[in-house]
């Protein structure tokens, strides 16, 4: 069942996203949120708009301001609407260009609990090092893998979920819950430990805290590329509310 996005739920989806990668400076103008980080995570570093209205062409120039004041790169990520064309020209007219199509998906958390009946995660509200190790492990980019782990160790509230065998972590995840919303990030699985269904136990047991807390719709964001990702969160009940794409200059 595809839910119904209001404008409010959009301007909080946002803003919750922003909460859970926790960037290390954060400003907004003009109906946009503006995250400043040096990290890869590109949800961390890349202004986005809280609505999904056409944008005042004037902002990309104040956006620009910002971001050279802090010494980073401009990225923008727009939703691919109609609303954001002539924005989107406007971009491509200033050097810009468009990559890393990424669904943003939402599903309510009822269903979500349902994707497995393996045992749940361990939880922590702090992450470890065996939490962390999973991200740099072989076939992760270790540069992009500190990266996240940094970002996502900042969220506050934020809730890490790792399946462990022999004391090593095999699969990870993490939980946001903020502005209404509960939010999956930083899903993890070790190459060698793929196919035995632990990504879907880390998803039901974020689902799970969400529920203890009382929220009942959970969201997440997945390159539209990867499949595996896409056929385990179509069976959990998640459904594209809305895709973007990262707009920069090569």
Known sequence: MKLLMTAHDIE???????????????????????P???GTVGRARSA????????????????????AARNLPV?????HLPAFDAFSKLLRSRG???????HVQVAEVASVMKVSAGPFAHTATHPDAAWAAVFVGEGFDPVDGASRVA????????????IREGGETVAAGVGGFSHGWASVHGMRTAQRCRGRGLAGRVLA????????????????????????????????????AWTYSYWKKP
């Open 96 to 102: 810009y260009d468009a990559g890393k199509p990424t």
């Open 205 to 240: 047991t974020l689902a799970q805290a969400a529920q203890s807390r009382g929220i009942e719709r959970i969201f997440l964001q997945v390159e539209a590329s990867n499949a595996p990702a896409l056929a385990l969160y179509r069976s959990a009940g998640f459904t594209t």
């Open 151 to 162: 970002t996502l160790s900042r969220a506050p509230g934020a809730l890490f979920a790792s």
């Open 48 to 67: 986005v708009p809280l609505a999904h209205a056409a944008p005042d062409a004037a902002v990309i120039e104040e956006i620009e301001a910002r971001y």
């Open 75 to 79: 990225m923008c990520r727009l939703p």
């Open 12 to 34: 909080t989806l946002e803003r919750a996203t922003v909460v859970a990668v926790s960037p290390q400076v954060q400003e907004e103008i003009a109906g946009w949120l503006l």
């Open 36 to 38: 400043f980080d040096s």
